[in-house]
Each structure stands twice: as structure tokens, then as C-alpha cells.
């Protein structure tokens, strides 16, 4: 937990202080940050540290870095603020480089910086974690540096951090470390909570749904596993991630939900994918037995898988 929280504190240094070459863009076109690498250097050596043999599954490698010398001695520099140690370059590679295990019976996963383009451009993002034990996540902690700890009160404070434990409930903590709070889904009807990105799912079936079910509120639109959260502490009421039409064949990857599911299951939520099967962690970096997600408050599961699968043109065939 504590990993996750100074990793917090270096993204929020760097998107105070960003400059235009502190993000690159990946082979998939997919942005990346001084933030990213920092983030995930930070929270592989801590797990390095605690759990010596634990495997970590992370998104970044060090390669990038590896070919960009200002990269890299941007990201030595936060890395060098916010470590325990001083690290040298090739430090700060080793730690990044210990994120490149396999999938197994134990396994950590890790999103250094889930919602890059939130981070990008000032909004939300999440830093999330996950221990997974025999396919089973067993923990999760997500920081979420700009969320706000109530969504509708414009004077709250932000930064929140949700940490799960299977059969211990979800807590949620302040980021600027106050006492923690117990935290519990509604089982009211309200708004849905989707990804702002429009590739990243199917916005105008979600709409369609929503009316379906009765909800006339506005989604909440956020980057990263922050949905997850507000799902958790009530104030939504779904959380769904529909495959976009353009990309049907895309499968999730097992960092941007693992967090996110068990910080919802312990607060009283349900997690499938939108055809009510269970997330499978144990296939690999991609969820590739499942389509999209579905999370809810529980009550509102049954009815919402109907709707899709009615929706779905994979349910005429
Ligand atoms: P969100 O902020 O909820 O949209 O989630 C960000 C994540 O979406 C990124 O970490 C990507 O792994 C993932 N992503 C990228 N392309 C797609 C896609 N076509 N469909 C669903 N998720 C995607
Ligand atoms: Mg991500």
C-alpha cells in the first residue's frame, strides 16, 4: 500500500511539472510517460523487497527507455525522489524489467498508470494493484490521485485510495492520509459509470441500456480504474464496458480490472464480463476467455446481462 502511495505522489509531481517530451507514444500508439515507468520502478521494487520470489505482471518494460536517454534520466530523477535508495540508470531499468513475469499459480499485476490519456490530459487515472493466487485476486489497492473523495461536493478534497482484501471488505483512504473508511455499493438505481475514450467501448449501446434500466442521469465518465471505485463507494450504480463495434475481437488486460474487481466484489458489488462469465487472470496478460465487463451493485446484474445479451448480435446467432 505504501508503494502505490509514494507512486502516487511521483504522478502527481510529474503531471504538475510535465513537459511535452516527458510522453512517447508505443509500438500500439498507445501513449507512455516519465510517470508510467516511474510508477511502475517504484512499486516493482517495493514488491521486490517485501516478496523476493513473487512474480510481478506489469504493462511497461524498460525498452523505451533503454533507446531514450532524456527519458530515462527524467525518469531517474522522480524515481530518485520517491525511492527508499538512490538508484542508479540501469537501477531503475532492473526494477521496471522485474514487471516482465509470466502468469501463474502467484502473481502480482500491475498498472503503473491505468488511464494514460486521463493522465495525459489532467484528469482521472489510477494506479492499480493486484495479488492473484491461484486465479483468484486475493488483494487489490488502487490510487487514484484526482479523484475526488465525493464526486458531487466541487469543494472535496482529491485523492482517494481503495484498498481490498478478499473476505475483509474495501477500505477507502484519503490520499493526503487521514483515517480509512469502510466503504459499501448502493442499491440504488443510478448512474452508470463508463470509459471516456469512445474506442474503448460501445457508448451509444451503453446509453441505450441505461434507458432501458431507467436510468435518466448522465454517465460519469472517467479514464482508468476509478470507475471501479465509484461503483464501490455508491455513487454508481454500474460500471460497463461494452467491446466497441470496431474492435469486437479486443481482450481486456488482466491489470486494468484485477484492482478494480476485488474493490468491488468486497464492497458488496458483482464483476463478470457482459456475457455474465467470470473474469478468468489465469490465461495470460489478456483476459481471453472474456468479452468487455460488467460490474454492478449486484442488484441490477440480472437485468443488465438480459439487456445485452438482447442487444448483442452475437445472441441472434
Ligand atoms: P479506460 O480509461 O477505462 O478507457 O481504460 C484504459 C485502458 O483501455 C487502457 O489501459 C487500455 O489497455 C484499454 N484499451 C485500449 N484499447 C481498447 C479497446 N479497443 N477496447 C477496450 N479497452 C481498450
Ligand atoms: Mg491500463
Redesign the pocket.
Known sequence: MSAVFRAAQLCQQVQTDMVQTDAVEKADR?PVTVADFGSQALICQAIGEAFPEDVIVA?EDSQALQENPQLMQRVTGYVDSFAAAIPSTQTVCDWIDRGGGEVGERFWTL?PI?????FLRGDQ?AIALALIVNGEVKLGVLGCPNLPQKLDDPQAQRGCLFVAERDKGTQMLPLDGQDSERIHISEATHRFA????S???DLDTHAQIAQQVGIIDPPIR????G?YGVLARGEASVYI?L??P??PD?R??I??HAAGMIVVEEAGGVVTDVDGQALDFSQGRRMTGNR?ILATNGKLHPQLLECISSQSPLAVD
Do not use: F, I, L
Open positions: 498507445s504493462e498498472d491505468d488511464g494514460t490519456k486521463g487515472y463508463e470509459s471516456v475514450e474506442t474503448h467501448s472517467m479514464d482508468g480504474q470507475k464496458r467491446p466497441n470496431a474492435t479486443y481486456e488486460c491489470w486494468d468487455g
